[in-house]
């Protein structure tokens, strides 16, 4: 793409990044502001990639903005951070470049997926997501970033729409997955973590998403891997000792 062309592009996405519609386009001016302020912050060493996360289940719950969306918000979103960035050197970027791009578009999608459910109250089932993440990695039972737990949790929504997901699950598909046996689970547990691997490194696409999550479908059937069982009796045993806590208090 000539110097020209990449100009014109990013011209377009700052003129009108997302499809106007009724009062949507008065929306947008709102949408872009908070899209520029987080990447801002991002860009000055902020992590603002959660708020981002959790405004995309806003906006699509509120009809100002959908999965087609996905590509243009990021795309918004990683120019701003990179126009602070260059002030310092510069992001710092791994692998390719254009397979980086996509997958954040991927992910973006998942948020912006839950966001239009109309099943659930999304918004609300990920403000409560975000308390769980937080209390849990402090508490040392999650080790997954903020953004990657909330991540899992609006996969996971989406796949299971017809009803919220609890706060045990969100814990529970936040779990690490350790080494097991050579069960059925530990094996498809095993050909998971290096789908996830691949994707990874190489970007996401609909065909190993849709392998990823019939995998990790059939693990959960099965009961889990040998690892996920050892590492969720403890966390178990940790939850009834707090709720034993509260009980003597109570008393």
Avoid at 28 to 48: M, R
Avoid at 153 to 159: L, Y
């Amino acid at each position: 793409m000539s110097k020209k062309q990449a100009a014109a592009k990013k011209q377009e996405f700052e003129d009108d990044p997302l499809p106007a519609g009724g009062n949507r386009a008065a929306a947008q001016a709102k949408l872009f502001e908070e899209i520029d302020k987080l990447a801002e912050d991002e860009g000055e060493g902020g992590n603002a990639r959660p708020r981002l996360a959790m405004l995309c289940v806003q906006w699509a719950h509120a009809k100002e903005a959908d999965i087609a969306d996905a590509t243009p918000i990021y795309q918004r979103y990683i120019d701003k951070v990179e126009n602070v960035t260059s002030v310092f050197g510069g992001t710092r970027k791994k692998g390719d470049a254009d397979s980086g791009f996509k997958q954040n578009v991927s992910k973006i999608r998942q948020f912006l997926k839950m966001g239009g459910l109309d099943t659930i109250d999304p918004v609300k089932v990920m403000e409560e997501a975000t308390e769980v993440i937080r209390a849990e990695r402090t508490k040392g039972v999650l080790t997954v970033s903020p953004f990657d737990g909330m991540l899992n949790i609006a996969r996971h929504q989406v796949k299971y729409a017809s009803e919220a997901i609890s706060r045990d699950e969100m814990i529970r598909i936040n779990l690490p997955r350790d080494k097991g046996d050579t069960s059925e689970a530990d094996g498809l547990g095993h050909i998971g973590r290096r789908i996830d691997a691949h994707m990874t490194k190489w970007g996401e696409s609909e065909e190993l998403t849709q392998a990823y999550d019939l995998i990790n479908n059939k693990v959960d059937e099965l009961g889990g891997t040998s690892g996920d069982k050892k590492h969720k009796e403890k966390v178990e045993k940790l939850i009834k000792k707090q709720e034993d806590k509260r009980k003597v208090k109570r008393k």
